[in-house]
């Protein structure tokens, strides 16, 4: 009689064995996952980079023609010829129309009387000016959607006279 071999049936895994296993799965799938993130971050960054320089080259094209306007103008008055002031003003209305259209507003008018406001006024000349002090805008500011891009330089009102004390 021939001895035929029983096949000796596969060890059980150890626990061990197991749990090292799993955690270089999870480790392999952690590392495909933060590839996958910086590939995203990177395109996303690109797009905005892209998106960024479009608006800007958007923004330059629709200043383009009232700039060459101007710069027109100005050649005019360098060769000594007359400059109608209403056309200096109708190309400076043209390029703030423009930047309007993206967001840019003006804060104060020349002559407007108010009220101060740190956010969005600075005094010409040295010196506190309060809260709430009347103040008179000299030159305008601009601000671009909520964030002021140049504060309206304004002068403190004289009490009673209307001039002011700066």
Same mark, same amino acid.
């Given at each position: 009689?021939?001895?035929?071999? !029983? #096949? /000796?049936?596969?060890? #059980? #895994?150890?626990?061990?064995?197991?749990?090292?296993?799993?955690?270089?799965?999870?480790d392999?799938?952690?590392?495909?996952?933060?590839?996958?993130y910086?590939?995203?971050?990177?395109?996303?960054? @690109?797009?905005?980079?892209?998106?960024?320089?479009?608006?800007?080259?958007?923004l330059?094209?629709?200043?383009?023609? #009232?700039?060459?306007?101007?710069?027109?103008? @100005?050649?005019?008055?360098?060769? +000594?010829?007359? /400059?109608?002031?209403?056309?200096?003003?109708?190309?400076?209305?043209?390029? !703030?129309?423009?930047? +309007?259209?993206?967001?840019?507003?003006?804060?104060?008018?020349?002559?407007?009387?108010?009220?101060?406001?740190?956010?969005?006024?600075?005094?010409?000349?040295?010196?506190?000016?309060?809260?709430?002090?009347?103040?008179?805008?000299?030159?305008?500011?601009? @601000?671009?959607?909520?964030?002021?891009?140049?504060?309206?330089?304004?002068?403190?009102?004289?009490?009673?006279?209307?001039?002011? @004390?700066?």
């Amino acid at each position: 009689m021939v001895a035929v071999e !029983e #096949p /000796v049936p596969d060890e #059980p #895994p150890n626990s061990v064995d197991v749990l090292a296993m799993d955690l270089r799965e999870r480790d392999a799938r952690i590392a495909a996952m933060q590839r996958e993130y910086d590939a995203l971050q990177l395109e996303l960054a @690109r797009t905005a980079q892209t998106a960024g320089r479009e608006e800007i080259e958007a923004l330059c094209k629709r200043l383009a023609a #009232p700039l060459a306007n101007l710069a027109a103008l @100005r050649a005019l008055a360098a060769k +000594g010829k007359t /400059v109608e002031v209403t056309d200096v003003f109708s190309v400076i209305s043209d390029i !703030e129309r423009t930047l +309007g259209k993206v967001g840019l507003e003006q804060v104060g008018a020349v002559g407007e009387e108010t009220v101060f406001d740190v956010a969005t006024h600075q005094r010409m000349s040295g010196g506190d000016v309060q809260a709430g002090t009347a103040i008179v805008v000299r030159l305008p500011g601009y @601000r671009l959607g909520e964030r002021v891009v140049l504060k309206a330089m304004v002068s403190t009102k004289g009490v009673g006279d209307g001039a002011s @004390r700066d």
